[in-house]
């Protein structure tokens, strides 16, 4: 859940603040360089199979497949004069297209609320303007996308197909036809020779199917999304007259050359591009697992005053401010003690805990919290190693005994103020 008003992210057990913002950015660049080499290697397979335009578009096609029949009929449906029929077909499957696309938005919307009380406000009708207008504004456009659009947002719309040319080469899978073997074409009979003549016996179910609208005969085209339609069209047709199969086929350029000319044909997966990515990916993976890893359940901030950096006391101390910051991860309240280390004699004052000066002071923080103090620390300047000296704040858990440190510097005589 990504809640925007909490500042907080969660996934699964883990929660993440927003000074953790580089998992986030980790597991995008993840995501992006997998989609480069998803690329590499099997071309268009991320549009033709994982795409949400490509899902959508494909459930709701099964869903007019389902109510109207296969497409000689809803052609003949779609051209026939309007009656009882037609109406109840066309509503009933207009309909449940919007019942799709209304939990699609509101599945969405529960990504950014807490998914059970955010359902039944929803449900309910109880929710503000903003969750109605995000509600609203998702069932529309997946309306319009996947059942009126379709294809039209890969050709028109879509920026991925402009670039993603970039990252093939000759030995990326991608939906081919096979030239050679296919030419010349031409009408054919079951039983017919096929001597003297290609393979292709021009039925067009390749084009039929396609749902670009794509003729992969003509090569490779920027409206391919490579789902493989045509590749089980064409198969199935090979079937019938007793042809082999691979006229249309996920297939590399440097594999069509090699069968052209007789040569074995072999599948090069890792490649300089490939091994790149490759290697790419593990380090990111690395990255965000060894700081998982050691991702603690508290972080401890401090900002020293700068104007002045001390002021000197009447006895002859020297003084400086702090704000101390402690921010809690889990979901408990915790207890702290506070204390000094580096300098000897070193004493502080939490402002609203306690009045006087002590050697550790008791904090307690909110569950998933972050507690803000003021900290006057007080210490002898003869005590310092020179014009300043490192102060170590120790922050100890009274309920588990874990301690954390966190370094400062203590000015003091013969450090210019600002």
């Known amino acids: 859940m990504l809640d925007i008003d909490g500042r ?13 913002i580089y998992f986030l950015a980790g597991l ?3 995501v992006a360089v997998a989609l480069f080499l998803a690329t590499a290697l099997l071309g268009r397979v991320y549009c033709g199979f994982t795409c949400p335009q490509t899902m959508w578009t494909d459930l709701f ?4 497949r389902l109510i109207e029949g296969d497409r000689n009929r809803r052609l003949k449906l779609k051209n026939a004069p ?16 919007l019942v799709i696309s209304f939990f699609t938005a509101f599945t969405f919307v529960l990504y950014f609320n807490e998914a059970p009380a955010a359902a039944a406000d929803i449900l309910a009708g109880r929710v503000g ?17 996947a059942g009126w659009l379709r294809e039209q947002i890969c050709i028109y719309m879509c920026p991925w197909l402009r670039f993603q040319v970039a990252m093939f080469d000759e030995d990326s899978l991608i939906v081919t036809y096979e030239e050679w073997r296919g030419e010349p074409r031409g009408k054919a009979k079951i039983g017919q020779s096929f001597d003297g003549r290609g393979h292709c016996v021009n039925c067009n179910n390749c084009v039929l199917v396609c749902p670009t609208g794509v003729d992969i005969r003509k090569g490779q085209q920027v409206a391919c999304i490579g789902c493989a339609l045509c590749i089980d069209a064409c198969d199935s047709i090979m079937d019938k007259f007793n042809l082999p199969r691979g006229l249309i086929a996920y297939d590399s350029e440097d594999n069509q050359v090699a069968r052209a000319k007789e040569r074995p044909a072999k599948i090069r997966l890792w490649r300089v591009r490939t091994f ?19 991702r603690e359940n508290l972080e401890i901030n401090v900002q020293a ?19 101390f910051k402690v921010v809690n991860k889990q979901r408990k309240p915790r207890t702290f003690v506070l204390s000094l280390r580096g300098v000897e004699g070193a004493v502080m004052r939490v402002i609203g805990h306690g009045g006087d000066d002590a050697a550790s002071v008791e904090l307690d923080v909110g569950a998933d919290k972050v507690g803000a103090f003021r900290v006057f620390i007080k210490a002898d300047p003869k005590k310092l190693s020179g ?3 490192l102060i170590v704040f120790a922050l100890k858990d009274k309920e588990s005994g874990e301690t954390f440190r966190h370094n400062a510097m203590l000015h003091g005589p013969g450090r210019k103020t600002p």
């Open 61 to 64: 096609m099964s869903v007019g």
């Open 82 to 97: 309007l009656s009882l029929e037609k109406i109840t077909k066309k509503a009933l499957k207009h309909f449940i297209w």
């Open 387 to 389: 014009k300043s000296a």
């Open 129 to 145: 303007p903003w969750a109605n207008a995000a509600v609203v504004l998702l069932t529309l456009s997946t309306y319009l996308f």
């Open 305 to 323: 005053d700068r104007a002045p950096y001390f002021v000197t006391l009447t006895d002859g101390r020297i003084r400086s401010g702090y704000t």
């Open 276 to 294: 790149a990515y490759g290697a790419i990916l593990l380090l990111i993976a690395a990255f965000i697992a060894y700081n998982l890893a050691l």
């Open 8 to 20: 907080r992210a969660y996934f699964f057990g883990l929660e993440f603040w927003p000074q953790e």
């Open 28 to 30: 995008l660049i993840f």
